[in-house]
């Protein structure tokens, strides 16, 4: 919980979270119906937030396991399942360094801004248990905050990037959140993160980089 981020845990801005960040779920469900996904398919979702990546696989899947450690946006996302009547996803309050996984093994993790919350050191020991969860050939979906630029670059890159931001009182994120993000959180080097991905057994299938050097997104497999 310490480092599940002030935002995550705060009510407004779990209330307003699927307006300012739509996670393009339906896309990321085609993607992985391309790469293999189908009806039998064991999901996990770690970082779920408000759920709109679970809730758009569990149609597509036998059985989504949606984790999240923060009880707001997990309560936001029990709100959504009633109204909606599914009975195929499991909510779990947990982490990445604390999820136990059960049953037949995933065949597909999906993560999206969650892992920057996880010190380098132990983003090694998420890593490793994430390749544990899944089965063999089974893949690791993962878009985060990475910095894709050499440390000389930081100040500007860095700058830049908070600069898009709004104010405080406009909506969507605000320069103050990428600050907060920066200082607080702990976003690596596409570098860093890639070294410890394949140290612990995953080979990369997929890597993209935005232009501005500040997101990317990975197919990792298990082989």
Same mark, same amino acid.
């Given at each position: 919980? =310490?480092?599940?981020?002030?935002?995550?845990?705060?009510?407004?801005? $779990?209330?307003? @979270?699927? &307006? !300012?960040?739509?996670?393009?779920?339906?896309?990321?469900?085609?993607?992985?119906?391309?790469?293999?996904?189908?009806?039998?398919?064991?999901?996990?979702?770690?970082?779920?937030?408000?759920?709109?990546?679970?809730?758009?696989?569990?149609?597509?899947?036998? *059985?989504?396991?949606?984790?999240?450690? +923060?009880?707001?946006?997990?309560?936001?996302?029990?709100?959504?399942? %009633?109204?909606?009547?599914?009975?195929?996803?499991?909510?779990?309050?947990?982490?990445?360094? %604390?999820?136990?996984?059960?049953?037949?093994?995933? %065949?597909? !993790?999906? +993560?999206?801004? =969650?892992?920057?919350? $996880?010190?380098?050191?132990?983003?090694?020991?998420?890593?490793?248990?994430?390749?544990?969860?899944? *089965?063999?050939?089974?893949?690791?979906?993962? /878009?985060?905050?990475?910095?894709?630029?050499?440390?000389?670059?930081? #100040?500007?890159?860095?700058?830049?990037?908070?600069?898009?931001?709004? +104010?405080?009182?406009?909506?969507? /994120?605000?320069?103050?959140?990428? #600050?907060?993000?920066?200082? %607080?959180?702990? +976003?690596? @080097? &596409? /570098? $860093?993160?890639?070294? !410890?991905?394949?140290?612990?057994?995953? &080979?990369?299938?997929?890597?993209? @980089?935005?232009?501005?050097?500040?997101?990317?997104?990975?197919?990792?497999?298990?082989?």
């Amino acid at each position: 919980m =310490a480092t599940a981020g002030r935002e995550n845990l705060d009510p407004v801005h $779990v209330a307003r @979270y699927d &307006t !300012i960040e739509d996670a393009g779920a339906p896309g990321e469900v085609a993607l992985l119906q391309n790469l293999g996904l189908d009806q039998n398919a064991v999901v996990v979702d770690l970082g779920t937030g408000t759920g709109q990546f679970a809730l758009a696989v569990a149609a597509h899947c036998a *059985r989504a396991v949606a984790v999240d450690v +923060s009880p707001v946006m997990l309560a936001e996302l029990r709100g959504k399942l %009633d109204r909606a009547g599914m009975d195929n996803v499991e909510v779990v309050q947990a982490g990445f360094l %604390d999820y136990e996984h059960h049953g037949a093994p995933a %065949d597909v !993790i999906y +993560s999206r801004y =969650a892992l920057h919350h $996880v010190p380098d050191f132990w983003k090694g020991v998420a890593f490793a248990r994430l390749h544990t969860a899944l *089965r063999p050939g089974g893949l690791l979906r993962l /878009w985060d905050v990475v910095y894709n630029f050499e440390p000389a670059e930081a #100040e500007s890159r860095l700058e830049a990037w908070c600069a898009t931001g709004g +104010s405080v009182d406009a909506e969507g /994120w605000s320069r103050a959140d990428y #600050e907060e993000h920066v200082r %607080d959180e702990h +976003s690596t @080097y &596409t /570098w $860093v993160l890639e070294a !410890i991905a394949q140290r612990v057994g995953f &080979t990369i299938e997929q890597a993209e @980089y935005s232009t501005d050097g500040i997101f990317a997104q990975y197919v990792l497999r298990r082989p």
